[in-house]
Structure formats: C-alpha cells, structure tokens
C-alpha cells in the first residue's frame, strides 16, 4: 500500500482548541483575474464563526463583494496540524469597535497592556484605518494531524531527528 499523504484528522476537542488559541490565520479571496488573494490575518472565533477586522477598501473587502466564498487556514508547524475552512464571508459594517476589541485583545503587543490604553489604541485603529469586520461561517472544515501519522513520524525520526 502507498501512502495518502492525507494525515489524520483532528478531534472535535483539538479543533475547538486550536481555534481558541491560535491568533493569526491565512484568509484566501478571489481575485477578479481569478487568481488568489492570501494574507495573513488576527482572528477570533467566536459561536462558530471566525472574525477578522479588514480595512474597508482593502483588495480582500473588493474580493469578498463580489465573490463571498472563502478559504481559512489556520495551522500550527511545529506540531504539522491545522485547520482548513471552506465557507462564507460577509463585511460587517456595525459594531466595529465592539467587535475589534474582542479581536486584538489577545494581539501580541497589546497582551498585559492597561485597559484604558488598550481601548484608545484600538479606537485609534479602527477610526485611522476606516476598518469594518469580516465574519466567516464555515461550509466544510477538513483538518490534519501529522502527529498522528506513523509514516511522517518515522520519517522524522529517521532523516530529520538523526
């Protein structure tokens, strides 16, 4: 038998977890050339949809207007496992700053910052930047877990970790 390459999947729990704790996630939109416009972006995932906040005349917004369908990855490297998102994208105009501050709270350089700070800066950006929020709701979701995949570990253990 030849391998698949397709790694194991990753449990209800391990993608409920990994969706709470991962920040950043590559969001992908189509171009009009029909080519793929992909960057990578903070996140939350919030009652089963991902959030992302995105500024109002970026090329993603122009994307999502005329094409909702959405491709979402979200992956650690080290372990090989992640998420792939398949679904749905709709712009938010309303609660803006609400919903940003939910979304940068756990932003790298704003963790353990003073509340009131917190606040200003992210009234600041959502003001400077003329942002609005992007609500993904996921169609189909296939993960991976390298882990978990017997011939991936051997490999490493034989060629990588030697």
């Known amino acids: 038998m030849s391998y698949t390459g397709q ?20 969001v992908c939109t189509h171009n009009k050339d029909g080519t793929i416009h992909a960057m990578p972006v903070a996140y939350r995932y919030i ?16 994307n999502i207007e005329r094409n909702n369908n959405i491709t979402v990855l979200i992956d650690t ?5 992640g998420i792939l998102i398949y679904g749905m994208a709709e712009i938010d105009c309303d609660n803006v700053y609400e919903h940003a501050l939910t979304i940068m709270e ?19 950006y959502v003001d400077t930047f003329k942002s609005v929020i992007v609500k993904i709701t996921p169609k189909h979701i296939i993960t991976f877990d390298y882990t978990k995949d017997a011939t ?8 990588i970790q030697e």
Do not use: H
Request: proline residues 10%; positive net charge; glycine residues 2%.
């Open 152 to 159: 991936w570990q051997n490999f490493l253990k034989t060629y």
């Open 7 to 26: 790694a194991p999947p990753l449990t209800s729990e391990e993608i409920e977890s990994m969706l709470k704790e991962n920040r950043i996630a590559r």
């Open 77 to 81: 490297p080290d372990p090989l496992r």
């Open 47 to 62: 009652n089963g949809q991902i959030l992302i906040i995105s500024l109002i005349k970026s090329r993603k917004n122009k």
């Open 106 to 124: 756990t932003s790298p350089p704003l963790v353990g910052m003073p509340k009131e700070k917190f606040e200003r800066i992210t009234k600041a």
